[in-house]
């Protein structure tokens, strides 16, 4: 769907960088035919020499993908319930990414709607706002975990629309360790 997609070399940087870099951007996935999806509107950072990070305690089959190339999907199971979709950063072999915790939803409204079971009148701003909603409207699962969001991908990242230069941060949400680090990014876009 996207006309361009973000290079590689654009995940190469520390999470908390990319973290903010990805504002603004635009993630869209493929379900069948049509594409779903919106501008990222909330993200979080996570390190390797991070307590609440998947990666402090090393590398593990589980979370192998944050430790691969820079814009590595990383999607993982969380409650047992709900998926979660993180994008790995950094140098390859370091364990670092960013968790995609919000979009502001744009195209294929109707087909997310659907799969969150989320019918009008209820606020588009209830679809998308938390990381397992996300993953739930954009019908994101465990088959695209290790994947790259190229232009031959089901799942894709572009660059966004207009520069964000105004975005708040603060504490991430639901660890109970490093919650000190002001590593969660908000913006609120002008469309």
């Given at each position: 769907?996207?006309?361009?997609?973000?290079?590689?070399?654009?995940?190469?940087?520390?999470?908390?960088?990319?973290?903010?870099?990805?504002?603004?951007?635009t993630l869209v996935r493929r379900i069948g035919e049509r594409w779903v999806g919106g501008i990222i509107t909330e993200t979080e950072a996570y390190t390797e020499d991070d307590e609440a990070s998947h990666s402090f305690r090393g590398q593990t089959q589980r979370n192998a993908a944050m430790f691969q190339k820079a814009g590595t999907l990383y999607v993982y199971r969380i409650y047992g319930i709900h998926f979660c979709l993180n994008i790995s950063s950094g140098d390859e072999g370091q364990g670092e990414a960013v968790l995609i915790r919000s979009i502001q939803p744009l195209w294929g409204i109707d087909i997310m709607r659907q799969l969150r079971k989320w019918p009008e009148?209820?606020?588009?701003?209830?679809?998308?706002?938390?990381?397992?909603?996300?993953?739930?409207?954009?019908?994101?699962?465990?088959?695209?975990?290790?994947?790259?969001?190229?232009?031959?991908?089901?799942?894709?990242?572009?660059?966004?629309?207009?520069?964000?230069?105004?975005?708040?941060?603060?504490?991430?949400?639901?660890?109970?360790?490093?919650?000190?680090?002001?590593?969660?990014?908000?913006?609120?876009?002008?469309?």
């Open positions: 769907m996207l006309d361009q997609v973000l290079p590689a070399a654009f995940y190469e940087r520390p999470a908390p960088e990319l973290a903010v870099a990805l504002l603004g951007c009148p209820k606020p588009l701003r209830g679809l998308c706002n938390g990381p397992g909603k996300l993953a739930q409207a954009m019908d994101i699962h465990l088959s695209l975990n290790g994947g790259f969001p190229d232009q031959k991908s089901e799942l894709q990242l572009g660059p966004p629309s207009q520069a964000v230069t105004k975005y708040s941060h603060g504490p991430r949400v639901g660890i109970t360790k490093n919650v000190d680090r002001p590593w969660r990014f908000q913006f609120s876009p002008d469309l």
